[in-house]
């Protein structure tokens, strides 16, 4: 009885069905598992076309397939073979099972490798497009101005990036303009002080910054810039006494506004004579007066709560003789009017004469109680700047109106502490310093009108580092700027930041590009980059300014530090400081000097007839602590030229070794040179790349040919010349004519240049011991020489095989044909030896083409 599929599935079901145990799974076939086994049950049963199993035939033939149509169409279909189940495929088959197991985690490890791979690739790829744009980043901001740390690395080592143009540029929207005409004038000012230090000489520095300042007054359209210096000035004029570090700046600073304030008040008595009223040639007392008399003019009396005599302001007289720095003066009227002034302070007269004195006899706690009630504001402020008690606040703040009022009296307090002792709450200069910088900017120049306002008021602080870096940020007055700080360190009123001994590491303390403000050792005072401001200003001076550019950067070794010489720093170092600036100070001058390339002008020349021209760096060399021509050689020069040979600047290299008489250098360059155009092409390029720079053969030929003519004619030079080198520039030069023979088709001259050299043993005839011996010399050649010798070689080869050929090609049949023929014969079969002995490595296909050619010949 036959059975349909349906039927036989139906069956197999039943079979099971008498276990009980659910711990033997049941198969699961499904239709595409029955429709897979069907297939290769039909391929196997078909070899050959022909039915194998009797049993499958009947089994398929009940079911109602045709079995003779399945058997002939299965055989060429492949079935088997045909299509591939896009999902795998569950096997009953332990075995399959398991294999495909082991294929799938082969498969997954190789594709977990890849993804590791890839995802490694990302990472890398990302860090280094983040470190290239971090470095184009940190490139950026350095052109615009941002700190970065100058390092005492060798010039050798230093990128194109390790003096960057800074705060300074000549383009539009910021940074100084090169061709304005003050810049001129504070350069001439410049290389006067320069020359001025080579020869030990007392320099005017103040005095003529000042007139170059004045001299631009329209260009800068104000003159209150030229009161800065005048600031400057009494910072640097002679103290009386022991006065020293902070002391010596509040002392000129009370000065400078005692100055001023006196100016002020001849200003207003020449502006209003009428109302002032105080003659022809007034004395003190009369021009006080008269300023009093504009001062109430409105009210045509002096106001009545002032303390008064005769319809005279008896304090506001005093205060403003005191505020004008007239102690002598004051004492004086003091002691005319002590009737008076007893009155109301009966001990008043006899603690100014103390106070001014240096010794006071009254404290705080001694004035009296009537005359602590300061109706008078002209009173209350000189109360408190004689130390007479303890003043409350506002209570002169109709006397103390302006900002310089009120610096004066604040710095004047601090000038005399040591006189008010027995008073509480007085500021001290670090005090006031904070309280300068808390207010900040905004506080005195809200709308941004006078910049120079809050300059000053940062000076007379004695905040010189940050009034600097706060007027580098002022455009108009950058040029300026710079000056002040070079006069700052000329006087040794600047902190610089401490150069060590490997790097500079330095902070940027503000929060701008531009800042050249260095975080300091504690206290509110930090230290100024002058270093970097100088290296970035004379980067921003155009390229027909170079003369002054090595000016500026001459600067860098001023000495003066008002950190050493207010810490007491020993003489040692104060020495080791000094060899840091000398240090750095060359590299940016080297840095200008390999820039410019103008080595002529600034380092000397050899003249036609062999004496030395000096260059113009060569008069400032004190300034650098170099005393003789081969310190100067081997700091400067020789280092100038090797890094133009590094560069591949051949002929700078050339000029520069020549300068520090380095000649056998300038000889062993030239034979690299030589050496390294000729193995390119013996490869086939074009030129020699060594460096960043390209050098074709030409080039390198013709400077080779009349240095060493140069050279031999001139006796001092070639007694000191290496014979090895003088002989492999020669050999080069030879090797050189020889190629260029070949080249253009002169064989017979090449042959001849060739042979004149003794490089090759071209009259061995095949001589092996002659050969050996020639192989032996040849060892000790020069490298560029050596390296070349495949060239040598083939084109020797090449030489012979042509004109052999011309030989071998003419009509004529005689004797000395054959001669000549057998004679290029054994030149070739001579060179093959050679070749074989030779112990240096050349290109694996020279000795392939040496024995085509001389096969060719025999």
């Not at 079995?67 to 299509?83: G, K, V």
């Not at 490139?139 to 800074?166: C, H, I, K, P």
């Not at 200003?537 to 001459?554: F, G, M, N, T």
């Not at 070739?828 to 030896?833: D, E, S």
């Amino acid at each position: 009885m036959s059975l349909s599929l349906s039927a036989l599935l139906e069956e197999s079901k039943r079979l099971t069905t008498h276990l009980t145990s659910s711990e033997i799974p049941t198969v699961q076939r499904g239709l595409d598992l029955l429709e897979s086994d069907s297939r290769k049950l039909v391929a196997r049963t078909v070899r050959n076309g022909k039915a194998l199993d009797p049993r499958a035939q009947s089994m398929l033939a009940s079911s109602g397939v045709d079995t003779d149509e399945l058997t002939e169409n299965a055989a060429p279909a492949a079935l088997l073979s045909a299509f591939e189940m896009l999902q795998p495929m569950c096997d009953a088959n332990v075995e399959s099972y398991l294999g495909q197991q082991q294929e799938q985690s082969i498969v997954n490890a190789i594709e977990k490798s890849q993804l590791s791979s890839l995802d490694e690739f990302d990472r890398n790829l990302s860090l280094h497009m983040s470190n290239m744009w971090e470095d184009t980043q940190r490139r950026l901001f350095e052109e615009l101005g941002q700190y970065q740390a100058v390092d005492g690395r060798s010039f050798d080592a230093m990128g194109d990036t390790g003096f960057a143009q800074g705060a300074f540029g000549a383009s539009e929207g910021g940074g100084i303009k090169c061709t304005q005409p003050r810049v001129e004038r504070y350069a001439q000012v410049v290389r006067g002080l320069n020359e001025a230090r080579v020869v030990s000489r007392p320099f005017e520095l103040l005095a003529g910054l000042e007139k170059a300042t004045a001299d631009s007054s329209a260009e800068l359209k104000s003159k209150q810039i030229g009161q800065v210096w005048k600031l400057l000035e009494h910072y640097t004029a002679p103290v009386s006494g022991d006065a020293g570090g902070d002391r010596r700046l509040v002392t000129g600073a009370c000065a400078y506004l005692e100055k001023t304030f006196i100016e002020h008040i001849d200003s207003r008595i020449s502006q209003y004579p009428h109302d002032a009223n105080v003659g022809g040639v007034p004395s003190v007392h009369r021009r006080v007066k008269g300023y009093l008399n504009i001062l109430f003019t409105r009210l045509g009396r002096a106001p009545k709560y002032l303390e008064t005599f005769d319809n005279e302001a008896i304090w506001a007289h005093m205060f403003l003789l005191y505020r004008c720095g007239y102690q002598k003066e004051l004492l004086t009227y003091a002691l005319e009017l002590e009737d008076i002034i007893s009155d109301s302070d009966s001990g008043f007269v006899t603690h100014l004469k103390a106070f001014l004195d240096g010794s006071p006899s009254l404290r705080s706690g001694d004035v009296p109680a009537a005359a602590a009630a300061f109706d008078d504001p002209y009173k209350a402020a000189l109360y408190r700047a004689v130390g007479r008690g303890n003043v409350p606040k506002r209570a002169d703040a109709e006397a103390i109106q302006t900002t310089e009022d009120y610096m004066w009296i604040s710095l004047v307090q601090i000038r005399d502490a040591d006189k008010m002792s027995g008073l509480q709450g007085r500021d001290t200069l670090e005090t006031l310093r904070a309280s300068m910088l808390k207010h900040g900017s905004a506080h005195f120049d809200p709308n941004g009108n006078s910049p120079l306002l809050y300059f000053r008021v940062l000076l007379l602080c004695g905040l010189f580092e940050n009034a600097l870096d706060y007027l580098l940020r002022v455009e108009l007055f950058q040029v300026e700027a710079v000056h002040m700080a070079i006069a700052l360190v000329y006087y040794e009123l600047l902190c610089l930041p401490a150069l060590s001994a490997g790097s500079e590491p330095m902070a940027v303390a503000g929060d701008s590009f531009s800042s050249y403000l260095v975080a300091g050792n504690g206290g509110v005072r930090g230290r100024f980059d002058f270093s970097r401001l100088i290296i970035h200003y004379a980067r921003a001076l155009p390229e027909a300014k170079a003369d002054d550019a090595i000016s500026y950067l001459l600067l860098l070794t001023l000495p003066g530090d008002s950190s050493l010489s207010a810490g007491g720093a020993s003489a040692e170092q104060a020495t080791v400081a000094l060899a840091r600036k000398r240090s750095l100070c060359e590299q940016a001058i080297m840095r200008v000097l390999y820039e410019r390339q103008e080595y002529a002008h600034f380092l000397g020349d050899i003249q036609s007839d062999g004496t030395r021209k000096r260059g113009m760096l060569e008069r400032f060399l004190p300034l650098l602590g170099i005393t003789t021509n081969e310190q100067f050689s081997q700091t400067i020069i020789r280092r100038l030229a090797d890094r133009s040979r590094d560069e591949g600047r051949l002929a700078d290299t050339v000029l520069l070794y020549n300068l520090g008489e380095r000649y056998n250098t300038v000889l062993n360059v030239l034979c690299k040179q030589l050496g390294e155009v000729l193995y390119q092409r013996g490869s086939g390029a074009s030129g020699a790349f060594v460096g960043s720079g390209a050098v074709g053969l030409e080039d390198v030929e013709g400077v080779a040919r009349a240095v060493l003519a140069h050279y031999r004619q001139r006796e001092h030079i070639a007694r000191v010349l290496d014979d090895r080198a003088v002989s492999t520039c020669s050999m080069l030069l030879d090797i050189i004519d020889f190629i260029n023979c070949h080249q253009r088709g002169s064989y017979e001259e090449a042959l001849e240049i060739i042979e004149s050299t003794n490089l090759l043993p071209l009259g061995a005839n095949g001589d092996v011991s002659a050969a050996t011996q020639h192989a032996e010399l040849v060892r000790g050649l020069d490298d560029a020489i050596t390296r070349n010798f495949s060239l040598i070689l083939l084109t020797a080869m090449d030489t012979l095989s042509r004109l052999y050929a011309g030989l071998k090609e003419s009509p004529f049949l005689d004797a000395v044909k054959q001669a000549n023929l057998q004679q290029m014969r054994r030149k070739a079969r001579g060179l093959m030896v050679f070749a074989g002995m030779i112990q240096f490595r050349m290109p694996s296909d020279t000795y392939a083409k040496l024995n085509r050619m001389d096969v060719f010949m025999n």
